[in-house]
């Protein structure tokens, strides 16, 4: 049915079967070809109102602040002065085109013209232009005067604009047989209202199988007049069906100069992979050169299977060649392999490289499996090779691999580990041992009725390097240090829990085997080759949790008083420390660490237990549920001394009771939050670690923090307290507005050092100083870091003083230039991650 009026009203047609519209410019909604007459009645057509197919004609559909809701500009930054938002067009039902202008003509061929405020509108797109006509016998359309054309998702704009709809395999064909419209604007400009992006482009064709070809092109993110940074090119190709683009002569201005240029680049429009070049990141040092530069390459080779090629300058070191291979397999699972080398380093001669994988993923619903191998050429690699950061302190390289059953109430697990020690200057028996191989059950039942089971039965084989190069001198290992060694653990736990919610009662008893089959490469060294050890366990944990209401500071909080007794038994076992320690360490003192029932991690020590735990936490919580104040208080008190030790030679500790832990958690309001841990030792009154903190939060991107951690133990022979460590870190970042923010660090060492003591080159250990500037389209951070690392017995500290100027730029919505500095504050700012900015 054809309708067809003049002035002020709206014709209809309905579009041809098959025809395909472009994803980006919508287009091709211009007056379809001419089609045998439609016989339906008007009134079984839908109709749409003139006025709803109206939209509000801002250009590119910016809207300045004061055109925005209260709510609107409430979220944009003071430095942005306006927002892209999208049209919400009315969707006509399918195949349907409407339009209307001032005056209309259509022939019986089809032909039409339009001419006056013409808008025509189909599916969710409108073109608004002065005038319009349309041969039917070509397929040609041609729009005149201003321009427009916005589905929601893209505004386009020109001065003239022709549509052509051609059959593949003439002009435009794809050789699909497919149909194929076509768009062209001249002086065009364009936005991407929901991504506030914006462009322009001298000429633009867009076609309705998704590619758009632009000729002296330009993008930006930048609001509009305000082109502080744009990218430029001669050309541009966007192939939305692939998902893959193209640009020839690229320019990178800023105010309108050239700063960076690539005479061809491919890249990814979407989130799809594609072949190209990422992001190129830098780094300046102290004396302004160039510190380090990475410029990489992405290869998609597979759906499941990608690499990236980077090659990396480091200063004073040269070229190194860094590869990483990613897969995804359904064996495999996810896998990582990362490959640097450089052949000779411009500073030693030496060839340099590194190695590393990463594997993980599920065979089965119940199998999974992971993996991981480092190796690196040389002990220093870390630390050239990650200049941007800092020292790196790193002194052993995991080598591990695991494969897991997880049953309905047990977990099997086979595991081999070693580790590469990159410090030279550990000595071979403060190495760790390889775990080859490694094999366990665990199991654990519970029931309703508060009743558990658990079990653990695991054999492992330890070995250790005998010899090694230690600080340039060949050593071998003898005697003790000598032993490698099978074990074989046995544990079973039986335990009942009676909780009511004010109170509760955990009893577990616990039987704990170890056997052992030693060995030594040290022939002169006698030993027992085959050790067992046998020791039960009990214990009864208990609390009780009492609350009270509490005004606080005029709000209504509730109090709490949580009571905790623990008590731990187990016989002294004579002969451990003829075992080597494979894998146990001292349990870490803590308040927690007070009710662990263990005075040992690992499972080559059966620490003899008689003792008693009190401990008391409370908690000020509102009615929200959160914690305002937490305070705990505990020791431990020993019957009979404490025989077990991790070396032979250490003396038995013969004290009553433990050191008093202590552990604060306050936040007086929203903005203050003070913490502070401290163990004292009541024998010799002096705390033996100690943690202060305060952070400072007043609004958002607004954080400063304070610590002070001290470490001092007892010198038995001079009857005195060393210092172990004492350091001072304050830190913060401070957004003065939301354009500029200043961040900063200071970690001092106030340990006070005596004659002939090594100590570190410079009191303040690390400083970090710097600034961050953005506005609506780009964000500057400019930082000066310095370290100085920290004093060692073994190691001469003399030249390894490190300083680095660091400064990336953020073309907001595209890209980052230069590295490290986010990565930098995060490391040394608590609460940094925390922090907002502007971005689209």
């Known amino acids: 049915m054809t309708v067809l009026t003049v002035g002020q009203q709206f014709f209809s047609r309905s579009a041809p079967t098959g025809t395909r519209l472009s994803a980006l410019a919508c287009l091709w909604l211009a007056v379809l070809p001419a089609q045998a007459e439609d016989t339906t009645s008007q009134a079984d057509q839908p109709t749409v109102s003139a006025d709803s197919i109206r939209l509000n004609s801002t250009p590119l559909n910016w809207y300045p602040r004061a055109a925005l809701t209260a709510e609107q500009a409430a979220s944009l930054p003071s430095f942005c002065s306006g927002m892209y938002l999208p049209a919400t067009p009315v969707t006509l039902p399918a195949k349907r085109l409407e339009a209307e202008a001032d005056h209309a003509f259509m022939d019986s061929d089809g032909n039409a013209e339009l001419t006056g405020d013409v808008t025509m509108h189909y599916g969710s797109t409108i073109l608004k232009s002065d005038q319009a006509s349309w041969d039917a016998a070509l397929q040609h359309g041609s729009f005149s005067g201003d321009i427009r054309v916005d589905n929601g998702a893209v505004v386009l704009q020109g001065k003239g604009a022709s549509y052509s709809h051609n059959i593949a395999g003439e002009a435009g064909s794809d050789g699909t047989g497919d149909e194929v419209s076509e768009l062209k604007l001249q002086q065009s400009e364009y936005s991407l209202p929901e991504r506030h992006m914006r462009g322009s482009a001298d000429h633009m064709t867009t076609r309705s199988d998704g590619v758009i070809a632009l000729q002296g092109a330009t993008v930006t993110w930048c609001e509009p007049g305000q082109n502080d940074w744009q990218i430029a090119a001669s050309e541009i190709h966007l192939d939305q069906q692939k998902g893959i683009g193209s640009a020839w002569n690229t320019r990178l201005e800023v105010m309108d100069v050239p700063v960076f240029y690539l005479p061809y680049y491919r890249f990814p429009i979407d989130d799809r992979r594609t072949t190209g ?80 994988y990463r594997q993980s993923g599920k065979i089965s619903e119940r199998w999974t499996h992971e993996w991981i191998y480092n190796h ?21 390289l995991p080598r591990k691999g695991r494969v897991t059953y997880r049953g309905d109430d047990f977990t099997v697990n086979l595991e081999a580990s070693e580790y590469q020690t990159i410090d030279s200057t550990i000595s071979l028996e403060e190495r760790p041992y390889k775990r080859l191989p490694q094999a366990s059950l665990n199991y ?26 230690i600080d340039g001198t060949e050593e071998s290992l003898s005697g003790f240090d000598s032993l490698n060694g099978n074990r074989l653990v046995a544990d079973a736990d039986l335990g009942w829990r009676f909780d009511n919610g004010w109170s509760y009662v955990e009893p577990q008893v616990s039987y704990r ?174 705390a033996r670690q100690s943690r202060l903190g305060i952070r400072y939060t007043p609004e958002t991107n607004r954080m400063l923090n304070l610590s002070v951690n001290k470490v001092q133990s007892e010198d038995n022979d001079t009857n005195s307290i060393d210092v172990d460590l004492y350091q001072a870190d304050i830190n913060g970042f401070w957004a003065i507005n939301d354009s500029w923010a200043l961040t900063g660090r200071v970690l001092r060492d106030m340990k006070q050092y005596n004659a002939g003591e090594r100590r570190p080159e410079s009191a303040v250990l690390e400083s970090l100083a710097g600034f961050e500037y953005q506005n609506c389209c780009w964000r500057f951070q400019l930082m000066y870091k310095e370290t100085s690392p920290t004093a060692d017995d073994d190691a001469d500290y003399s030249t390894n003083k490190s300083n680095s100027l660091m400064f990336s730029i953020q073309l907001k919505g595209l890209t980052t230039l230069g590295g490290g500095t986010d990565a930098t504050l995060r490391n040394s700012i608590q609460g940094y991650t925390r922090r907002q900015y502007h971005d689209y």
């Open 444 to 469: 654990q039942k519970r029931w309703q009725d508060g009743w558990k089971v658990s079990g653990l039965l695991q054999g492992s084989r330890f070995l250790r390097d005998q010899s090694a190069l």
């Open 277 to 356: 070049f990422l992001d190129p990141s830098f780094s300046i040092g102290g004396d302004a050169g160039l510190q380090e530069l990475k410029t990489p390459f992405y290869l998609n080779l597979a759906a499941n299977l990608d690499a990236t090629i980077t090659p990396h300058y480091v200063n004073e070191h040269g070229w190194l060649w860094e590869n990483q291979l990613r897969h995804k397999t359904a064996l495999l699972g996810d896998g990582e392999l990362n490959y640097a080398y450089l052949n000779q380093d411009a500073s030693t001669g030496d060839e340099r490289w590194l190695i590393n």
């Open 513 to 686: 085997y170890r056997a052992y089959r030693l060995d030594s490469h040290d022939s002169s060294y006698n030993y027992d080759a085959n050790q067992q050890f046998v020791a039960p366990r009990y214990s009864l944990d208990s609390g009780l949790r009492f609350e009270r209401p509490l005004d606080w500071f005029g709000d209504q909080q509730t109090q709490t008083l949580e009571p905790r007794l623990f008590w731990v038994k187990s016989p002294y076992v004579a002969g451990q420390d003829e075992i080597p320690t494979f894998d146990t360490k001292i349990t870490s003192t803590s308040y927690d660490s007070l009710f662990t029932g263990d005075r040992f991690t690992g499972y080559d020590r059966l620490a003899d237990l008689d003792q008693v735990s009190i401990g008391a936490t409370s908690r000020i919580v509102d009615s929200e549920g959160d914690e305002w104040l937490r305070f705990s208080l505990g020791r431990m008190y020993f019957s009979g001394d404490r025989r077990v030790q991790i070396e032979a030679d250490e003396i038995n500790d013969s004290r009553a009771t433990s050191s008093t832990l202590a552990e604060l958690e306050w936040r007086p309001n929203n903005n203050w939050g003070i913490y502070n841990t401290m163990e004292w030792d009541t024998y010799g009154n002096f």
């Open 376 to 396: 690196v050429s040389d002990d220093d690699y870390l630390s050239d090779f990650n200049s941007s950061y800092g020292i790196d302190r790193s002194t052993h």
